[in-house]
């Protein structure tokens, strides 16, 4: 056997690709281009895709075009009016059960007979009831002994209503009539506030499928004879001129009978149920909205009045056309109800002031869902209608006058109105949420709402101003930090677009006074994150952040999640903008990151905590102390101490470290000593590494840094270790994905590129780290056939290249390279020859063995491949490389690609071979 001699840079420049000088880089666009360059693009004339870079005038004005063209024909159906009003008539329910859910049990004063039928009321024991009475008299006086659970209730309402259905398709609708003023009967009790709201709702849905039924009786007898025949189609905006006489009497019964009904409330209800039937007496329906919310006033008790005009308000958008009088008298209305109950020492019924809160709680929702009604597709004149009647302003011109309004609902007044107006008139809104403090509502939320609504649209600066100077002098009077924090996070956007420096410098200077005094609450530390990451987002510059007054002070009283949100912020701003050299702004971020270390448990982390693990392994990376090298090593290992748990980390330390001993190698070998410390702390920190293919890539990185700084002994260890990393993967990890086993083998070819440069040792024999390789081979279990070919091949391949009188590459400073070393001597390459041959016995009994054919035919060519590269073809060669082509033709297609090129490749380095011939395809 006999290497083939090589020459690098021969076979470098033969197979280099010829090159021409050019004039112009490649992708530099002139201006003036040539005419066989140019695209015509061809304008179809078609607006269907708006395209802002070409013809703009035209695509504007084909766009106004169609916008204009859009309003005038594009007048919203009743229809889809309705249906609109139906979703959200929906979506509001769902938000009112949801927020009062049903109570395990309800035990109501005057239980219902229509309930009771099926429900099961539970009767108290006598020794029951007379304990009850000896703990506490007066609420046992006040107790009925009739207790149902919530769910029994509200099944029970589900079979009134098919009950009530059945009866009306067994047209027994005197029955389904009766029924259904029983079931509106049960809105007259509140005495469990809790259930009111989920009562609502089911009765609610009772009445709107009886009102559908009685609508569409009334639309058949109207549109339909007694025989049968169609007497007219009644279009969607019909007149009540349209309608028959019949049909106008059977509507007129109804009403009737829905005005004899004794009882105000469920009188009430019902009209309002089939209130779209009077569109068959009336071409103004609307009329009798104003007198029903008349009647509305001889309700007593406030829960169900306010939960009566709601269902008004509901009932009324089914009707084509109506104007918002009605919806501002309910408003006003409830207004005087929520007055005398916040004015009263006691709640209704007697109840407690916790009472009295939880029954405003429970007025909020129709309050909401009334002003949302006013305001609904209203004009900005409209608006100013409105307030004037709602006692809110002088004339439509002097909005806001000096009369208080109640909280709750000034509070659903602002999220309702305008955007230009709540600009215009912002600092009139401030002196009336001022004048409105009463315990409905929590007076900070609603200046809080006025800066949302606020940053919506940005009014005149001069507004902005004086609203921004109010809000401050509020703020200044509040004691606690939740209040303050509520108040001022809105307006913190504002102060920051604006450069309202000085009032943010008194905010983050109240917010720390506050947290000061007493420890946060976990409310608090929400607030304090909004606010942190607001004046993150803004600043560009992290030491601009680090420079404001009490931020780091705010930032030391954080805890929990939002604690860590701000720290990763603010490392990713850290890490955006290049290196981090200010030493004051490297201590502060190294105890952020601790702080983000303590507070993540990396061990065992998962999705955020990967990525915050990435971004204090960036911070370390682009820490650059400049000439304190040795600053910066002490610095690496306070990283290693402090992040220890973070692997990720300790990857970039090691890089880290090598790459400053390659800085330093820069002056020559002056540093030396500082170089070596720097090698000896990358081989403290690998073996702490979990991953085995980081292990084995980080000692080669070290090894070439040794390398390079000519500590050959050093390089010697690092590559022994790499070996025995290799070595100990069974014991550790004896399960590795196909990801895992690619990645080892192409470390392993990536060792054996290292060892082209690494000088050989002739006391332990020159290839003695080549055969702790081989031996890797026949040892660990995760190296299958294929693998084993590959490395195989690295090592004939390492082998004949260090064979060569000339080496491809070699170390940048003065180290004998083998090439060099062992210069003319036999013994080195007889050496290298007799292991080679060793090797390729082995390949030829792995291929061998191989069970599948297909990669026994790729093996088998791959070894030939080699072998041509490496060795001349002789009589010793020849009939390996035969052998090989043999299995591979006997294991693959006639028509392989790399089966025919690999007998060109062994035809053209020796033609006479006869390979050809034996391997005739």
């Known amino acids: 056997m006999e290497f083939r001699p090589r020459n690098y840079i021969a076979e470098e420049e033969s197979h280099a690709l010829p090159r021409s000088r050019a004039d112009d880089h490649p992708l530099f666009a002139p201006s003036t281009s040539s005419n066989h360059h140019k695209v015509d693009v061809v304008d179809h004339e078609s607006h269907d895709f708006f395209d802002p870079l070409r013809s703009p005038a035209a695509n504007a004005v084909a766009l106004n075009k169609d916008v204009e063209d859009g309003e005038s024909s594009s007048t919203v159906s009743s229809e889809a009016a309705a249906e609109v009003s139906v979703k959200e008539w929906t979506t509001f329910k769902r938000f009112l059960m949801q927020k009062f859910p049903v109570s395990k049990m309800v035990s109501v004063s005057l239980m219902p007979d229509v309930i009771i039928k099926t429900g099961k009321a539970n009767v108290k024991d006598s020794t029951t009831k007379h304990l009850k009475e000896l703990d506490d008299p007066a609420n046992f006086a006040e107790e009925d002994v009739k207790v ?3 769910q029994e209730y509200v099944s029970r309402l589900h079979e009134l209503k098919d009950e009530i259905k059945r009866a009306w398709t067994a047209e027994d609708r005197v029955t389904s009539l009766k029924l259904s003023i029983k079931v509106a009967r049960l809105l007259m009790d509140t005495s469990v506030l809790q259930f009111y709201p989920t009562l609502f709702v089911l009765v609610a849905e009772i009445m709107d499928m009886l009102g559908n039924l009685v609508w569409e009786r009334i639309k058949q007898k109207a549109e339909f004879g007694e025989d049968g025949s169609r007497l007219c189609y009644l279009s969607e905006n019909f007149k009540e001129i349209n309608i028959c ?12 009978k829905v005005g004899s009904v004794r009882e105000l409330l469920p009188r009430i209800y019902l009209e309002l149920a089939i ?33 009566c005009r709601l269902y008004m308000a509901h009932c009324a958008r089914k009707l084509p056309s109506c104007d918002t009088g009605h919806l501002i008298t309910s408003i006003n209305d409830i207004k005087i109800l929520l007055t005398r109950v916040l004015s009263t020492k006691e709640a209704a019924h007697g109840k407690s002031v916790d009472n009295r809160r939880l029954l405003v709680s429970l007025m909020e929702p129709t309050i909401e869902y009334i002003m949302k009604c006013i305001f609904k597709d209203a004009s900005q004149r409209q608006v100013g209608t409105v307030l004037m009647e709602l006692g809110l302003g002088r004339n439509q011109v002097e909005l806001f006058g000096s009369n208080p309004c109640v909280s709750v609902v000034l509070h659903h007044l602002l999220k309702e109105l305008p955007t230009e107006i709540v600009g215009s008139y912002a600092v009139e809104i401030l002196h009336l949420i001022e004048y409105s403090n009463d315990k409905s509502y929590d007076q900070c939320l609603n200046y809080r709402l006025l800066g949302f609504r606020l940053c919506e649209r940005r009014p005149t600066l001069d507004i902005l101003n004086a609203a921004v100077d109010r809000i401050i002098q509020v703020v200044t009077l509040l004691d606690e930090l939740d209040d303050f924090l509520k ?192 090698i000896a702390f990358s081989e403290v920190t690998i073996p702490s590494i979990s991953d085995h293919i980081r292990q084995l890539n980080l000692y080669i990185e070290t090894s070439e840094v040794a390398l390079l700084a000519g500590l050959i002994s050093h390089s010697d260890g690092l590559v022994d270790s790499a ?55 026949t040892s660990q279990s995760w190296i299958t056939s294929k693998i084993k070919i590959r490395i195989s091949c690295a090592i004939v391949s390492l082998s004949a290249t260090l064979s060569q ?64 590269a490496s060795f001349k073809i002789n009589h010793n060669i020849q009939p390996v490389c035969s052998k090989l082509i043999e299995t591979a033709k006997s294991n693959l297609s006639t028509n392989d690609a790399y089966l025919q090129s690999t007998i060109k490749v062994l035809d053209k380095h020796l033609p006479t071979s006869g390979i050809s011939a034996s391997t005739t395809i």
């Open 148 to 150: 149902i659970t919530g």
């Open 245 to 256: 006489v019949e049909a106008k009497e059977t509507c007129n019964n109804w009403f009737c």
């Open 275 to 307: 209130l779209p039937c009077w569109r068959f007496l009336n071409d103004r329906p609307a009329n009798s909205l104003q007198r029903l919310v008349l009647m509305t006033r001889g309700l007593a008790d406030p829960l169900a009045s306010v939960y």
């Open 487 to 678: 108040v001022v996070d809105p307006y913190v956007d504002i102060i920051l677009q604006n450069q309202m420096d000085n009032h943010l410098n008194t905010i983050l200077e109240g917010i720390s006074e506050r947290a000061c005094k007493k420890e946060i609450v976990d409310n608090d530390v929400v607030g304090l994150q909004s606010i942190l990451m607001k004046i993150l987002s803004h600043f560009k510059d992290l030491e601009d952040v680090f420079a404001l007054g009490h931020f780091l002070e705010i930032l030391d009283v954080m805890y929990g999640s939002s604690r860590i949100s701000i720290d990763m912020q603010i490392l990713n701003m850290a890490t955006r903008n290049g290196c981090i050299n200010d030493p004051t702004t490297v201590q502060l971020l190294f105890e952020i990151c601790q702080a983000l270390h303590d507070g993540i448990d990396f061990v065992n982390s998962k999705g955020d905590d990967y990525q915050a693990a990435r971004l204090i392994s960036r911070f370390v990376l682009m820490v650059d102390y400049g000439a304190e090298m040795e600053r910066h090593l002490t610095f690496l290992v306070e990283c290693r101490g402090a992040f220890g748990s973070i692997n990720e980390l300790k990857e970039t330390l090691v890089h880290s470290s090598n790459h400053l001993a390659t800085k330093a190698l820069k002056d020559g070998r002056k540093h030396l000593s500082f170089v070596k410390s720097c």
């Open 723 to 777: 070996i025995s990393c290799l070595q100990s993967v069974d014991l550790i990890n004896g399960s590795l994905t196909p990801v895992d086993v690619d990645g080892m083998v192409t470390s392993i070819q990536k060792l054996c590129s290292l060892l082209v440069i690494v000088p050989g040792n002739p006391e332990l024999g020159f290839t003695h780290t080549l055969k702790s390789i081989l031996s890797l081979i």
């Open 805 to 868: 009188n000339k080496l491809p590459y070699n170390a940048d400073l003065e180290i004998l390279s083998n090439d060099l070393l062992f210069y003319g001597d036999s013994s080195y390459v007889q050496e290298l020859l007799s292991f080679s041959e060793h090797v390729l016995q082995n390949l030829v009994e792995i291929i061998e063995q191989e069970p599948s054919g297909a990669a026994r035919g790729s093996m088998a060519l791959e070894a030939c491949n080699c072998i041509a």
